[in-house]
């Protein structure tokens, strides 16, 4: 019977994004064992208005049904009984986006429905437990792969920060977000770089031990994706590179240690939490003589 309900209002996909939101709130979307963008499976992800909004409601007319209806179908049933459901309908969505890829990326951005503000695991409020000890008091921070992310701005409005920077390959974005902070915010700085690309990041004025604390919320994770183990190296490096001394690399990502250490050891020392079930947090410093 459910189902049947569903499958009607699949096809018609008449539901608000008001309307879902109420649906979503408070519950949880469960991993299912599949591979996702980090190649590991999902730890529990809290639904609320920036998960959901932007994850299952998207502008294309097909991969947003498909997400609009596993979203209801797990809210509306719980995950045990679309397990199998969902696992097809990730073969059919998810699984096609290479979120390694740049062009991926330049492309989405260009999509009016992306260039809305929205921030990967949590906000700001969220993750300050971790993202205040880092960074707070410091010169300079930076945020890799800022996105539309409204970090920056919250940081600001706090106003326990030094200067912020936000690197990103999207022009798209990054202009995006000057015009949305330029009277408010004229301080945040917006830079066009590629962290995998050293010689770039030079030429966008990005200096060695340059960055006292540097913040990425599963950046890193999209890089990985498709096994990119080598370009997972570089960006390390490069990160490593840009920090001071000593320096901060607060990162917050969908996969666990044994993925994320093997890249991160090499420069960095690092601890590794869980924030409230939404994602792992690995505070690492830069090693010395790096």
Not at 22 to 47: K, T, Y
Not at 149 to 163: I, P, Q, V
Request: hydrophobic content about 40%.
């Amino acid at each position: 019977m459910i189902l049947a309900i569903l499958l009607k209002l699949f096809k018609r996909q008449t539901t608000s994004q008001a309307m879902f939101v109420r649906l979503c709130r408070g519950c949880r979307f469960w991993g299912n064992g599949r591979n996702g963008r980090n190649g590991h499976s999902r730890a529990p992800i809290l639904c609320n208005e920036t998960l959901v909004s932007p994850r299952f409601l998207t502008s294309s007319p097909s991969t947003g049904r498909i997400e609009w209806l596993r979203a209801s179908l797990v809210v509306l049933t719980g995950t045990c009984c679309t397990a199998v459901l969902c696992n097809w309908l990730n073969a059919e969505n998810e699984e096609s986006i290479d979120y390694g890829d740049i062009q991926y990326w330049l492309a989405r951005y260009k999509d009016s429905w992306y260039q809305q503000p929205f921030d990967w695991l949590g906000s700001f409020q969220s993750l300050k437990p971790w993202i205040h000890p880092a960074a707070a008091g410091k010169q300079r921070v930076v945020h890799l792969g800022c996105g539309t992310s409204l970090l920056a701005e919250e940081m600001y409005d706090c106003g326990e920060f030094g200067e912020i920077w936000n690197i990103d390959v999207s022009e798209v974005c990054l202009q995006i977000m000057r015009t949305r902070n330029e009277s408010q915010r004229p301080a945040l700085r917006w830079v066009k770089a590629d962290l995998r690309d050293s010689k770039a990041c030079d030429k966008s004025g990005i200096e060695a031990n340059f960055f006292d604390c540097a913040i990425d919320k599963s950046t890193l994770d999209s890089i990985c994706d498709g096994g990119r183990d080598d370009e997972a190296a570089k960006y390390i490096m490069e990160v490593a590179r840009i920090l001071k001394p000593s320096g901060i690399f607060l990162m917050f990502s969908f996969s666990p240690p044994q993925s994320r250490l093997q890249h991160l050891s090499k420069f960095f020392d690092c601890e590794v939490q869980v924030a409230e079930d939404q994602c792992f947090v690995y505070n690492c410093r830069k090693l010395s003589g790096i």
